[in-house]
């Protein structure tokens, strides 16, 4: 579970419709943080991927996956 996921859902406090409504906004958070940073590793270079231990098959394959996809 991400940081934003972790700081939203501990209000059990709140109505049901507001709950529904603010777990699709986090959700839509963390579609585009995934879409963000698929995006950032498919523009590095393979000595950076090789700093941070990714091969560059693997940064295409990761890049290459659907946002939705975790």
């Not at 109505?15 to 986090?26: G, N, W």
Request: glycine fraction near 2%; aromatic fraction near 6%.
């Amino acid at each position: 579970m991400s940081p934003a996921e972790t700081l939203v859902f501990r209000p059990a406090s709140l109505p049901p419709l507001s709950r529904l409504v603010l777990a699709a906004a986090v959700r839509v958070v963390v579609w585009e943080d995934r879409r963000r940073t698929r995006k950032d590793l498919s523009r590095l270079d393979t000595h950076l991927l090789r700093d941070i231990g990714i091969d560059p098959m693997t940064a295409e394959a990761e890049a290459n996956r659907p946002f939705w996809q975790a």
